[in-house]
C-alpha cells in the first residue's frame, strides 16, 4: 500500500524492480502475516492494511520512536571513533572499513546500534503476535533457505538477542 501526502506519485515496473516516486511525503506500507497462531495470514494481512489506512503516518512514527527508545536507550557504545566520517556516504565509509578499520570504529557502532534497532523493532514487547526474528541474514539469499528460514531453539537464537 502507498500512501502519498502531496502530489505526484509515479510507479513505474521495469522487470523486477518496482520505482516509486512522489513530489512531497511518501509512506511505504508493507505488512505479513503467517498461520501460526491459527489465523488466516491473507486476512489478518488485510485487516492491518485497513487499520493502517486509517492511521495518521506522523503520529504512527512518533509512536514508534517512543517505543522503541525505551529499550534501544539504555545501551550507549563508543570506541572512541571521531564523527570527522559522518558527511561521507555509507558506501564509502564500507569500501573504507574494508582497507583501514581503526580509522573508522564508529561504522562499527553504527552497525551494532542498527543490528539493536532491527531486533528491537522485531519483538516488539507490545505486539502480542509478534514472533520473534528468524535466522537470516546475508548468508539467506534466496527465499526458500536450506533450514527454511525458522525457528530454532539453539544458541542461534540467544544470538539474535546478544546485542
Do not use: C
Request: charged share 15%; proline share 5%; hydrophobic share 35%.
Amino acid at each position: 500500500m502507498l500512501k502519498v501526502q502531496g502530489k505526484h506519485l509515479q510507479v513505474n515496473r521495469k522487470d523486477q524492480v518496482l520505482e516509486v516516486s512522489a513530489a512531497g511525503n511518501l509512506s511505504i506500507y508493507l505488512t505479513a502475516s503467517t498461520s501460526y497462531y491459527g489465523q488466516d495470514p491473507l486476512a489478518t494481512a488485510k485487516a492491518t492494511i485497513a487499520a493502517v489506512q486509517q492511521s495518521d503516518a506522523a503520529k504512527m512514527y512518533r509512536n514508534h520512536v517512543n517505543s522503541y527508545q525505551r529499550i534501544f536507550n539504555r545501551v550507549e557504545l563508543n570506541l572512541f571513533g571521531n564523527k570527522a566520517h559522518t558527511n561521507i556516504p555509507t558506501n564509502e565509509r564500507i569500501a573504507n572499513f574494508y582497507k583501514a578499520p581503526a580509522q573508522d570504529p564508529d561504522l562499527a557502532t553504527i552497525y551494532y546500534q542498527y543490528g539493536r534497532y532491527l531486533n528491537i523493532s522485531s519483538s516488539a514487547p507490545k505486539n502480542t503476535n509478534a514472533l520473534p526474528p528468524n535466522l537470516q541474514g546475508l548468508w539467506a539469499n534466496q527465499i526458500q533457505t536450506p533450514w527454511n528460514g525458522d525457528y530454532h531453539l539453539n544458541i542461534n537464537a540467544q544470538m539474535n538477542h546478544w546485542g
